[in-house]
Nanobody
């Protein structure tokens, strides 16, 4: 079993930057696509960004495109979400998720919650105006 653990959340001001990390333990990290989702109070969990297990492809929600980047370091079993130009509407609990591939998926960057196998507990990001 592969268990993601998020870190790096906090309280920042609008316009600031923040980097979230997601460390994973368990089977080979390199065969997992990784995704970030977020859930604001009273709203459904939504897709933010994803990176393929190869690191060759990334995918972003329109709301964060151009402001957020996702990267991974397979040697450290860690995926990062760099968030720039933060806005109050980015305030949410951010979740890291993993999807295992036994074959294929070199460029896959899943956007749907149901595609992911394992989830972290989440880290709070609060952006004040």
């Amino acid at each position: 079993q592969m268990q993601p653990v998020e870190s790096g959340g906090g309280l920042v001001q609008a316009g600031d930057s923040l980097t979230l990390s997601c460390a994973a333990s368990g089977p080979p990290f390199s065969r997992y696509a990784m995704g970030w989702f977020r859930q604001a109070p009273g709203k459904e969990r939504e897709f933010v960004a994803a990176i393929s297990w190869s690191g060759s492809s990334t995918n972003f929600a329109d709301s964060v495109k151009g402001r957020f980047t996702i990267s991974r370091d397979n040697a450290k079993n860690t995926v990062y979400l760099q968030m720039n130009s933060l806005k109050p509407e980015d305030t949410a609990v951010y979740y890291c998720a993993s999807k295992i591939y036994f074959s294929g998926g070199y460029y896959d960057t899943p956007r749907s919650i149901v595609e992911y196998d394992y989830w972290g507990q989440g880290t709070q990001v609060t952006v004040s105006s």
